[in-house]
Structures are given as structure tokens and as C-alpha cells.
């Protein structure tokens, strides 16, 4: 009997995990913004030392997870399960960064929404007593990624109004039975939403009306609204997707204005920065959340907010194809503390 389950999409946690220690890595443009002062480490070569952007996206993802065991002061052989994906084709970043290190991994693509679905299926696994200690990470490049999804950098495109800018970043995550920090509670596991948006330069259009899906099963399942919680995050919207999310909102009868804040929106200085829509990628809400959001729950600044990431569910050949672009959306509830 799924005695933890509560309407069709949403869970409890009754023995809430605790999210224990966090890293972030940052790239160049990240270190510019106005969150430059939240993350672990600003690199500003954007090869991360390596050969090419993917092998530089793996070394963001290594240098994530030896952050986070060098903070929580652990080894390898502490780590009963990594949870990690990226957007490189068969999530080579994560699997490259985990070989040889004898950690149990499973990988995930949620595109933009990994880092939820990550700390989603860490909160089960720790929470219903099937390991003690599992890592949530991911990571993103804006090189590895215009170069899969878009047009080679050499070729000088031209950047459309609604277009986003694929943040160079990687955030990891240490979820475990025990511990100060901020605990998880509660989820929401998102449904897969198609409204026939097929521009490629608008992922924020394509993925606010799956954020809504989400939003509304989550404040239906468990029978809350946006009054119960500090902040609703939402993973990369952009302006243009977060401007969506609210219209939409408002044809439903909800109010999420006062409390709406977005990833995409947070990381990068729209006026400064020219990033068109604002940040995307896994990276983008992996850093904000591992560095603004997980610091102002654990300093007691704000006491519960629902994190949402967002996902872009499209690939190079359905674009090709000229298919629509199905987004989807995973609710994680986050409550500060730090006892």
C-alpha cells in the first residue's frame, strides 16, 4: 500500500532526508553575475583545462563532486549512489566523471530538469531506507551544448529575442538519513506536456506550460497553495517562459506573482550580461539552487520553498524532424534549517 503517496503525482517524506552539504562550480559569464558570491569555485577558462567543452563539462562535474566530499569531509567509499545526467548525447559528462570510482550510479536525462529529478529520486531512496548517503548532480556547458543543439560558435549566429544563454556550471548535492541542513519533505513528479511549441530559441514558452502542470497537481495533491512557502522556483524559464508561466497562471486562478522567482532569471544580469531570455541548461538551476537557495534555507532566511525544474524534452533529430518540443517539470519541497 503507497501509504506515502498523496493525490495522483505527489509524495510525503515522513523521515524527511537532509540535504547535508552542497557545491557548485561556476563558469566565466556565471562568475560575472550577480551570484558570483554564492558558488564554490568561478573558473574563467572555459576548457576547465582540458581539451575540448565536453571534456571540460566532465572535469565541471568532477570538480563538483570532489567539492562536495572535501566539504562533507568523505570519501568515495561513503557515497552509496550518485544520481547524475547532463545534456552531452548519452550523458557522457556524467558517465565520464563517474567511471573508475567504484560509487554506484544511475544515470538520468531530465534535460534542464535534472538537478530536481536527482534530488527527487535521492529523497526516495534515502527516505525509504535504501541508502544512508546519495550525491544530485549535474552540470551544463553553453560551448557543448550551442554545438549539439544549435550551430557550431564559429558560425557567429544570430541570437534570437527569446533565446537563452546555456549556463557553463555544475551543482552537486549530499542527501542523507542524518545530519544538519535543509530537509526535503515532499515531492511532486511531473507529467510530460506538449502545447505544440516548436521554436527552438523559445524553450521557456515550451516548458512554462509543464511547470504549471506540475504547480497545480502539486497544490492539489497535498492540498496547498503559494501561501504556504517563501519562494516557488522555477529552473529556467527565462523572462520570456517565467512572463508564460504567470499568464497562464492567471487563466487558472492563480496568483503566483508574489512568489514566483526563477533560475534562469537569477544568474545572470539580463541588462549587463546580453543574454537575450536570460540562463538555461542543467547547470543553471544545479548552481542557483547550490549556492542563493540552499544558503538562505539553511540560514533560516526563508523556511520552505518548492523547487521546480523545468526540461526542454527535445533532441537535435525531433527538432530536425520539425516536432514539437515537450517539456516536463519535478516539484522538490525544501524546508530551511539547519538543525
Given at each position: ?28 559569464k556565471?562568475?560575472?553575475g ?18 575540448t567543452?565536453e ?6 562535474q ?17 557515497i ?23 560509487i ?33 548532480m ?21 541570437r ?13 548535492v549530499?542527501?542523507a ?5 535543509p ?21 521557456g514558452a515550451a516548458?512554462?506550460?509543464a511547470a504549471?502542470?506540475?504547480?497545480k497537481?502539486h497544490f ?15 529552473g529556467?524559464?527565462g ?5 508564460a ?9 492563480l ?11 537569477l ?7 546580453d ?17 542563493e537557495l ?17 526540461g ?7 527538432t ?16 530551511g534549517g539547519?538543525?
Open positions: 500500500m503507497a501509504t506515502n503517496k498523496r493525490g495522483r503525482q505527489s509524495f510525503i517524506l515522513p523521515q524527511p532526508p537532509v540535504i547535508t552539504h552542497w557545491a557548485s562550480i561556476a563558469g566565466k556565471e562568475s560575472e550577480p551570484l558570483a558570491h554564492a558558488f564554490d569555485h568561478c573558473c574563467r577558462d572555459t576548457f576547465f583545462g582540458q581539451k567543452w571534456q571540460g563539462e566532465k572535469r565541471m568532477q570538480m563538483a563532486l570532489e567539492t562536495l566530499m572535501e566539504k562533507a569531509k568523505l570519501q568515495k567509499e561513503d552509496d549512489l550518485v544520481y547524475s545526467g547532463d545534456l552531452l548525447n548519452q550523458c557522457i559528462g556524467s558517465s565520464f566523471t563517474l567511471r573508475n570510482t567504484g554506484p550510479h544511475l544515470g538520468l536525462y531530465g534535460a534542464c530538469s535534472t538537478m530536481a529529478e536527482s534530488l527527487l529520486l535521492s529523497a526516495l531512496t534515502v527516505g525509504g531506507g535504501f541508502a544512508q548517503r546519495t550525491v544530485a549535474t552540470s551544463s556547458h553553453f560551448a557543448s551544448s550551442e554545438r549539439q543543439y544549435r550551430f557550431p560558435l564559429g558560425y557567429g549566429g544570430q534570437t529575442p527569446t533565446a537563452q544563454w546555456t549556463v557553463t556550471g555544475s551543482g552537486a549530499l542527501v538519513s542524518s545530519g544538519k541542513g530537509r526535503i519533505t515532499s515531492g511532486t513528479i511531473g507529467t510530460v506536456t506538449d502545447l505544440g511549441v516548436k521554436d527552438a530559441n523559445n524553450m516548458m512554462a506550460p504549471l502542470a506540475t504547480i497537481a492539489l495533491d497535498l492540498k496547498r497553495s503559494e501561501a504556504d512557502y517563501d519562494r516557488i522556483v522555477t529556467d524559464l523572462q520570456v517562459g517565467k512572463e508561466l504567470l499568464a497562464l497562471a492567471r487563466q487558472e486562478g496568483n503566483l506573482g508574489g512568489k514566483l522567482i526563477d533560475c534562469g532569471c544568474v545572470f544580469d539580463r541588462e549587463k550580461q543574454v537575450h531570455a536570460g540562463g538555461s541548461g542543467c547547470g543553471c538551476s544545479a548552481i542557483v539552487l547550490c549556492g540552499l544558503g538562505k534555507l539553511y540560514s533560516g532566511a526563508w523556511k520552505r520553498i518548492l523547487f521546480c525544474g523545468t526542454a524534452l527535445l533532441s537535435p533529430t525531433s530536425q524532424q520539425g516536432l514539437p518540443i515537450p517539456g516536463v517539470c519535478h516539484g522538490i519541497v525544501i524546508e539547519s538543525d
